[in-house]
């Protein structure tokens, strides 16, 4: 059974902490997002990671970084926490999938974020 | 610039009744639309998508409708249940040639009543 888990459900920091939310999945794929989903917004991309180290900035990359150390595990990093960045975030990954191909992405369950 | 609009935001069916949700886009690049069904306290999961060959795709309650030329396509749920409360978000593969980056919709609640 395909699995994609975030370190926490809930979280709560304080505006000006530095923080990080862990995703790892079991699946071997090579793409892995940060998305954060906000009502009326729908889904925005934030980052996405197509290989080990490599990074391309999504739709709303400000305020955040990332990392990808290892081929399961993507990080994403507030510097600074804003009150402007309390959301859920949600993790995904997928196959690398060439042109043609269905590129299923598979989600974690989400970060609720609260910034004080 | 919103590549994927969807509406309605909500939707509120009877047991039984048929939900439409729809969606336009403006890439003609875009090759694969799938829909995601997220439930409460859950991440989205994939429930059906279409590739522009076919103008229908139907998986059970679940029918996908494709309009190429309008550049819309839309989801039909037949005989909606209680159970098929949630929220929904059509999405299209944005451009890049390994075609893995998705572009969602702002979502659409969708409420069935008993």
């Known amino acids: 059974d395909v699995k994609v888990t975030q370190s926490s459900r809930y979280l709560v920091k304080r505006t000006g902490e530095k923080v990080f939310l862990e995703c790892v999945q079991d699946?071997?794929?090579?793409?892995m997002f940060w998305y954060r989903q906000d009502p009326g917004l729908g889904l925005r991309l934030i980052y996405f990671s197509y290989d080990v180290k490599m990074k391309e900035k999504g739709d709303i990359p400000e305020g955040y970084s990332v990392s990808r150390e290892k081929k399961e595990r993507f990080s994403l990093i507030l510097e600074s926490a804003s009150t402007n960045q309390t959301s859920m975030y949600l993790c995904a990954s997928s196959l690398f999938g060439l042109a043609g191909g269905d590129n299923e992405q598979f989600f974690g369950p989400g970060t609720r974020l609260t910034v004080l | 610039q919103q590549q994927v609009k969807q509406s309605p935001q909500s939707l509120i069916v009877q047991k039984g009744g048929i939900s439409i949700i729809n969606c336009a886009y403006e890439?003609?690049?875009?090759?694969?639309f799938p829909w995601y069904q997220q439930f409460p306290g859950k991440g989205p999961a994939l429930l059906i998508a279409i590739r522009p060959d076919v103008s229908e795709k139907k998986e059970g309650r679940f029918t996908i409708s494709f309009n190429k030329s309008a550049k819309q396509f839309s989801l039909h749920i037949m005989d909606s249940q209680p159970g098929d409360s949630a929220t929904y978000f059509c999405a299209a593969n944005s451009e890049g040639g390994s075609n893995y980056k998705l572009t969602f919709g702002k979502g659409t609640l969708l409420t069935v009543n008993p």
């Open positions: 699946m071997d794929h090579e793409n």
């Open positions: 890439n003609t690049a875009f090759d694969y």
